[in-house]
């Protein structure tokens, strides 16, 4: 089973780690430093050419990825519960 994250993207349920709001991870120091360190390392996938809204991070075959989103975390969230990625 597969999240579209995006008008461009989707990602196999067995590789998300977990979907992020932009603007709540963004308040603390750490989360402000994840994502210049993901883009850093080139983990970091523009998905969207919108302001980005989230932000997916997954793992498959021991390579982070980290996909922009325009679309909301809420959204996002209530996407992968429906399809039973998330409880």
């Known amino acids: 089973m597969f999240l579209r994250i995006s008008n461009e993207f989707v990602v196999p349920k067995s590789d998300i780690i977990g979907i992020f709001d932009m603007d709540n991870t963004t308040v603390s120091r750490q989360g402000r430093d994840f994502l ?8 970091l ?14 793992e498959h075959e021991g390579k982070i990825r980290v996909y922009l989103s325009s679309f909301s975390s809420k959204l996002l969230i209530g996407r992968a519960k429906k399809a039973g990625i998330l409880t």
């Open 45 to 58: 996938i523009y998905s969207a050419d919108d302001l980005p809204k989230s932000y997916v991070v997954t």
């Open 36 to 43: 210049p360190v993901a883009e850093k390392n080139g983990e």
